[in-house]
């Protein structure tokens, strides 16, 4: 049986969905992120998991760490991010706020550096971070992707704690 990936041969269209719409889209998930991890209990933002999943504090880092080298290959086709040093392997700092000092910082730097990417860019095909081979755009919707995935295994944390998550529409 053969399967198309119809995500690989998808085309990006400005008719829909432009650059600009994009990047709302994107920080509109990050808005909501930054949110869930605001309302962690910081007791259990290092310490609890269900089912032998990672720790909040270790998804949001992974986010954090894929998130900035990942803008920076986006843009300019370099897959690091160095001061901080920050990749998906980077561990948490010692304080939730710590966390969200860096999602802003990446944020920001997502901000500065997406009106940077040329149109052409987001069709062109390159291995993020050296190894998976895509087009950008897939790129940027696999980060979009892995951030909602991560984001919901803190909704089922913060519902197993008692504590109401951020409502998932509140972008």
């Keep these: 049986m053969e399967t198309n990936n119809i995500a690989n041969e998808a085309t990006f269209s400005p008719s829909l969905l432009n650059a600009d719409a994009l990047l709302v889209h994107w920080q509109g998930h990050r808005r909501l992120t930054r949110k869930t991890i605001?309302?962690?209990p910081e007791e259990h933002f290092y310490t609890f998991s269900i089912g032998g999943m990672r720790t909040f504090?270790?998804?949001s880092m992974e986010i954090i760490g894929l998130t900035a080298p990942g803008i920076r290959g986006i843009a300019f086709g370099d897959w690091t991010f160095g001061e901080p040093a920050l990749d998906y392997s980077t561990p948490a700092?010692?304080?939730k706020q710590e966390v969200l000092n860096l999602w802003d910082l990446v944020t920001e730097y997502i901000e500065t550096l997406w009106p940077q990417i040329s149109a052409d860019r987001f069709q062109e095909t390159e291995a993020a971070f050296g190894m998976y081979?895509?087009?950008i755009l897939n790129?940027?919707?696999y980060l979009?992707?892995?951030e909602i995935h991560h984001r919901a295994?803190?909704?089922v944390y913060l519902r197993a704690l008692?504590?109401?998550?951020p409502a998932f529409w509140e972008r």
């Design 162 to 165: 008692g504590v109401e998550p």
């Design 144 to 146: 979009i992707d892995n």
């Design 38 to 40: 605001e309302a962690f």
């Design 153 to 155: 295994q803190g909704y």
């Design 93 to 95: 700092p010692p304080t």
């Design 133 to 135: 081979p895509n087009t």
């Design 57 to 59: 504090a270790q998804l």
């Design 139 to 141: 790129t940027i919707l």
